[in-house]
């Protein structure tokens, strides 16, 4: 009896792990992406054309360039970089701010987040769904890490006065980013200005001069 309630146990532990990981567990070693593939999504290359460059990615060590009104640089490791990181769900990128560099409030629809910092200040935080809205927020030094929920609108901002470089890691091979400012007033073609005014309790004129910007 005691075996069978082991055994179910285990069977049951297994199928919950099944249902709730993010990402399924690979069927083979590898299946390093091939864009030209008629497959829609992870089309593979057949192995014995796969080579180390499939898995390798050189660049990290160069600072982004920071020349823009964001005062920020990603540097992005995914598996469009990368195509050996299909199906591995995993992908990394570095962060490069200059001072009073900041990266929009955004979201990763696929992914969770973990920041590290490996030079200077960086603000990090995100907000929790409704209902509360609850803001959570830290200033990161060197070697400090701050872990994003999944989906969860955040931001990153240098605090410091000199520049700071993060890496970040993600769950997903290509974790997708949607910036709120430029999904909302972005979008293409627009959303309704008269819906986002009363959405956003702004008048016609001002939701429209924002839609010009983005």
């Known amino acids: 009896m005691a075996k069978t309630v082991l055994l179910l146990g285990i069977i049951a532990l297994n199928v919950f792990c099944t249902v709730f990981a993010f990402g399924p567990i690979p069927l083979q070693d590898f299946c390093v992406a091939d864009p030209a593939s008629s497959t829609r999504v992870n089309g593979c290359h ?25 005062g920020a640089a990603l540097t992005p490791v995914t598996v469009t970089q990368v195509p050996g990181l299909n199906t591995l769900g995993l992908s990394i990128a570095r962060l490069d701010f200059a001072p009073g560099g900041f990266i929009p409030p955004h979201t990763h629809p696929r992914a969770t987040e973990i920041v590290a910092v490996l030079e200077g ?3 990090v ?11 959570f927020n830290k200033v990161l030094e060197k070697g400090d890490v701050f872990v994003v929920p999944l989906g969860l609108v955040h931001y990153q901002r240098n605090v410091g006065t000199g520049n700071t470089v993060a890496i970040a890691a993600l769950n997903g091979q290509n974790a997708g980013i ?32 924002l839609q010009a910007k983005f």
């Open 46 to 70: 057949v192995p014995a054309t796969v080579q180390a460059d499939d898995f390798f990615f050189s660049g990290l060590h160069v600072a982004g360039n920071t020349t823009n009104p964001f």
């Open 121 to 123: 200040s960086l603000e």
């Open 125 to 135: 935080g995100f907000v929790t769904t409704n209902p509360g809205y609850k803001h």
């Open 178 to 209: 949607i910036a709120v400012a430029s999904a909302v007033f972005g979008a293409d073609p627009a959303i309704n200005s008269d819906y986002l005014a009363k959405s956003f309790l702004l008048d016609k004129k001002t939701v429209e001069e």
